[in-house]
């Protein structure tokens, strides 16, 4: 029998194309990856591909995120991953990441109805200077007031439409809170991913 046939071309171990991969991240060119490693330039572009198709195919986390919490902040995350069950940071700030997309779009509803209680406070915040200006006018001249009982009534009633505006402001806010309190405890306890 013959001599068995020697491969036509050099075959990469699973550390090289690591390191293939690390070294063109790094900024290498790949004529010097492909001279370095004994290979073609072709190959290196194919080793380049299958690792983002590795990465795509099997959805590898290969970004990190960091954020700085006081104590009291992290305190308060684990207490939430607790109620659902999370057992891993990593995992709670994943599905909050990945549902991301719904709850930080804008509410259409909220921000018509906050235009709308702008307009009011524009109104009511002309009305008020108008007031102070007939007052002070009064003040400058040395003149009683211009207004009597009924426009006491009037500021009164005026006076009550600020703080109506200022508790429903307050209902809507809190009625916010409550809907991404409520989307938070869905996407934290509704995903099916397991942890890492």
């Known amino acids: 029998m013959g001599r068995p046939r020697a491969?036509?071309?050099?075959?990469?171990?699973?550390?090289q194309r690591?390191?293939?991969?690390?070294?063109?991240?790094e900024g290498v060119p790949i004529e010097d990856l492909a001279r370095e490693f004994g290979v073609t330039t072709r190959s290196i572009?194919?080793?380049?591909?299958?690792?983002?198709s590795r990465k795509l195919d099997a959805r590898v986390r290969s970004e990190l995120v960091n954020?700085?919490?006081?104590?009291?902040?992290?305190?308060?995350?684990?207490?939430?991953?607790?109620?659902?069950?999370?057992?891993?940071?990593?995992?709670?700030?994943r599905r909050l990441i990945q549902a991301s997309n719904d709850l930080f779009v804008p509410d259409d509803e909220l921000a018509n109805q906050m235009q709308g209680?702008?307009?009011?406070?524009n109104r009511t915040g002309n009305n008020i200077n108008q007031i102070a200006q007939r007052i002070n006018e009064a003040k400058r001249q040395g003149q009683t007031p211009p207004y009597g009982n009924s426009a006491h009534g009037q500021v009164r009633a005026l006076a009550g439409l600020i703080f109506d505006i200022a508790d429903q402001v307050q209902d809507m806010a809190q009625r916010r809170r409550c809907a991404l309190s409520g989307e938070v405890a869905r996407v934290l306890g509704g995903f099916a991913d397991g942890p890492e």
């Open 45 to 52: 572009f194919y080793t380049l591909k299958a690792d983002q």
């Open 7 to 15: 491969p036509r071309h050099k075959r990469l171990t699973q550390n």
């Open 18 to 25: 690591f390191a293939i991969v690390r070294k063109r991240a």
């Open 67 to 93: 954020v700085r919490l006081t104590p009291k902040e992290l305190a308060s995350f684990d207490a939430v991953l607790t109620r659902h069950d999370i057992t891993c940071r990593a995992e709670g700030l």
């Open 117 to 121: 209680l702008s307009a009011s406070l």
